[in-house]
T-cell receptor, first 112, second 116 residues
């Protein structure tokens, strides 16, 4: 699975959009971009995933560049409860038994 | 949505004893379960993958005799830390998925193990 590069940490003002970048320059054609987050002392929570088209759900939007070498997770109106570690993971679609490997992630701090 | 329950959430045990952690899929059949360990301020490290009815596959460097994994049913997997020592103190998290990745990867809430 392709490796990802994320900034170590970011700050965001409450109520503003949080834009979390992820570089995955070695991504293959059949690999998806997944985003998870982990709030302190909890298990990771699925946010969103995509292949090449932009995706949106009730939690966030995922913008993938045309060459698919990078993506941005957007939390449109960040709240204090969005403070967490955000993980960008690139891998093939969830095949049987395929494991999910986590990198270091980005610590997002939402401040009032 | 898919729910995974992990129990206990916290456990304190004496050095040399064994501790069992349970991971249950409440509303789907979990054909594959994963166990992770997380030390403070570090990312999740995959320990092993278990498929229902089969022996677990351990990641390199993880002692299979120390971390016993059982996945005897489609809704339950257990991780037993045998002869625990203080260095085994960590946050243990399970994850489950259904056949062909159905239900995505759902994580339990984690177990904080402290060995004294």
């Amino acid at each position: 699975d392709a490796k990802t590069t994320q900034p170590t940490s970011m700050d965001c003002a409450e109520g503003r959009a949080a834009n979390l970048p992820c570089n995955h320059s070695t991504i293959s054609g059949n690999e998806y971009v997944y985003w998870y987050r982990q709030i302190h002392s909890q298990g990771p929570q699925y946010i969103i995933h995509g292949l090449k088209n932009n995706e949106t759900n009730e939690m966030a939007s995922l913008i993938i560049t045309e060459d698919r070498k990078s993506s941005t997770l957007i939390l449109p109106h960040a709240t204090l409860r969005d403070t967490a570690v955000y993980y960008c993971i690139v891998r093939r679609f969830m095949e049987y038994g395929n494991k999910l490997v986590f990198g270091a992630g980005t610590i997002l701090r939402v401040k009032s | 949505g898919a729910v995974v329950s992990q129990h206990p959430s916290r456990v304190i045990c004496k050095s040399g004893t064994s501790v069992k952690i349970e991971c249950r899929s409440l509303d789907f059949q979990a054909t594959t379960m994963f166990w992770y360990r997380q030390f403070p301020k570090q990312s999740l490290m995959l320990m092993a993958t278990s498929n229902e009815g089969s022996k677990a596959t351990y990641e390199q460097g993880v002692e299979k005799d120390k971390f016993l994994i059982n996945h005897a049913s489609l809704t339950l997997s257990t991780l037993t830390v045998t002869s625990a020592h203080p260095e085994d103190s960590s946050f243990y998290i399970c994850s489950a998925t259904g056949a062909r990745g159905a239900y995505g990867y759902t994580f339990g809430s984690g177990t904080r193990l402290t060995v004294v």
